[in-house]
């Protein structure tokens, strides 16, 4: 189970929207114009957000209240499998198929962008029917619980919710808030 911090970015009747908080090193470092994620970070002007179904947090939970967000390790390793891997070895799959049916560049690459395009769809197919997984949905985190077991189980309801306070000083170079627990 992986535990990040997140700050309250909606809260509406479906559930709580929050934005991951970006802990890197981009804009506290000298190196920040010849970085390379420090480049790519400006490139997102809206970062993604990530849904959080109703739960005890309902009422408790305002805008720009900083919580601890689980999620599943599952959720990340079959996520990471799924998207990077389901796609290559279709492409691979089909490349070889191509190329052992009609033996030509042409007919390899072309099977090769339709595996491509392939892997790309059964991914999408994939994420929609694993779209009501409660196995796989992110939650906040009771304070305490830090850390679960392995055989945790798989739907993990907390009871309360833990807000995190933002200490008053800023960091010196980025500006950003610096939190704690």
Known sequence: MSIEAARVMRVDPEGVWVEGIDRSACGSCALRSGCGQGLLSGLWTNPPLLKISRGPHDGVLTEGDIVRVAIPGAALVCGAMLLYLLPLLCFLGMAL?????????????L??????????????????????????????????????PATAPAIFAPTTVALMTPVATKHPQSGRQRWVD
């Open 111 to 148: 099977f090769a962008a339709g595996g491509l395009l392939l892997g790309g769809a059964l991914v999408r197919l994939v994420s929609i029917l694993q779209k009501n997984n409660e196995s796989l949905r992110p939650s906040i985190v009771v304070p305490g619980e830090d850390t679960l």
């Open 97 to 109: 198929a191509g190329n052992l049916l009609f033996g030509t560049e042409s007919a390899t690459v």
